[in-house]
């Protein structure tokens, strides 16, 4: 959670839409279908499609930035 927390500060001037962040290994997770799903973290094994995966445990802060720059300049 402080990981993601870090990378939202980070990214803050970045998110320009809704995004939904999936963390943990729960196996009863369902993408929403408004927003930009992302996997935040390696525990999530889930097989869902999600718009993007960002690994690590914890993730590199500045990995979450990085998909949101280019996610804005599509």
Do not use: H
């Not at 927390?5 to 290994?25: E, P, R, V």
């Not at 993007?52 to 804005?72: F, H, Q, S, V």
């Amino acid at each position: 959670m402080n990981a993601l927390l870090l990378s939202l500060f980070l990214a803050k001037d970045n998110l320009k839409q809704k995004i939904n962040f999936y963390l943990g290994s729960q196996d009863n997770l369902k993408t929403l279908p408004e927003g930009f799903n992302i996997a935040f973290g390696i525990c999530n094994k889930s097989d869902l499609d999600f718009d993007a995966r960002i690994k690590g445990c914890p993730p590199y802060p500045y990995a979450l930035n990085e998909i949101l720059t280019k996610l804005n300049d599509k």
